[in-house]
């Protein structure tokens, strides 16, 4: 009689659910690849040029994806947003990107220092459309020091480079 999953270690369990994600990951980014290729878009040498193509945030986000480390892009492209949202829905964004992002039990926390977040706290009251500007460049800064660089040496960007 088969005694299912629960014979099998936890560890190896756990390895097998990794596996799958990265699996599909690959199948999702692969398909997305092909079927932008006829866009002829090169893949930018600057965090600044990747982050102004769909293909290019696309493959970053596949390989930030991989790292765990998807919450500054996201933090990134939400405060791109909250900059050009009309004044009557600044203050309802503000808040959904300091809870998702800033507040230390957030779910998607990024990395920014005791000083930053203070700043931020004390500006969540009044919010305007330039509230996360020095966040969103502080990020921005961490990306393109530490992330961009290892993300053009990965087969991410190796990879998207050879099929563009």
Known sequence: MCKGLSAIPSSCLEKAKGMR????????????????????????????SLLNSKLGIQTFRWFLRS??????????????EYKNS??????????????QFIN???PHEVNLDSEAREALT??????????FDEAQHRIFSLMAKDSFPRFLRSS????????L
């Open 21 to 48: 994600v990265k699996l599909s990951h690959l199948a999702e980014k692969q398909e997305w690849v092909y079927k932008h290729r006829a866009n002829e878009e090169k893949l930018p040498q600057d965090l600044e």
């Open 67 to 80: 790292e765990f480390s998807e919450e500054n892009l996201e933090f990134w492209l939400a405060c791109e």
């Open 86 to 99: 009309p004044g009557s829905k600044l203050a309802g964004k503000a808040q959904n990107i300091y809870n």
């Open 122 to 131: 004390g500006l969540m009251q009044e919010p305007t459309a330039d509230t």
């Open 104 to 106: 230390p039990d957030a």
């Open 156 to 163: 991410y960007g190796q990879q998207t480079i050879r099929v």
